[in-house]
């Protein structure tokens, strides 16, 4: 991602550890969802005072997408520009049910997903009874996705723009998201080194 920024731009990473190695999925998922609420939340808000000018994106795979859900939909206020969800561990109506605050406290969000993803289709869908928003998309409502933009090799930003102002933005002034298919590059939960994700990453800062 660093490479990817102009000799005068600065660019800061701040990396979160949390402890998600529980027996049980479930136990992690829900660890997950409050260490966003009660941990995160708090040092977006930190970064954000800290730095009030500066661009904040929030990245999370797997269940650090479900952490950075449940941070967003936590926090007080806005605190974050954007977020890249990749294969979230997240229900696919979270942001239109429980986690819909989220969507009203970030201003973009590509949400990056893979048919191909065996551990959301097996262990997500039979432990928490629900279908992953990593795997197949999230919805906008009941039975409708979001719009769709497909991730290939060779990254296309103004086709990747053009599909976030095609989308409407959550409530008033809420995020403009877009389900990001990458199932043409990701063949399973950890092959998530691509140039194309990190030119994504890229975009959705900017």
Known sequence: IRSRAKAEERLAFVAIHWDSERVLFHESAMTATQLGKRRITRVLEAIREAAPQTKLTVIGHSLGARVMISALHHSAARYADAALLVEGAADLDWFHDDMAG???????????????????????????????????GAERSPGEPFVRFELQASFAPAAFQAALG????????????????????????????????????????R
């Open 102 to 136: 989220a969507g009203e406290r970030v201003a973009r969000v590509a949400n990056v997903y893979s048919i191909h993803d065996g551990v959301l289709e097996n262990a997500y869908a039979n432990v928490m009874g629900s279908t992953a928003l990593g795997r197949v």
């Open 166 to 205: 095609a989308t409407e933005s959550l409530g008033a002034g809420g995020a403009r998201l877009v389900n990001v298919d990458a199932s043409g590059l990701i063949t399973s939960h950890t092959d998530i080194d691509h140039a194309a994700l990190y030119d994504l990453a890229w975009a959705i800062s």
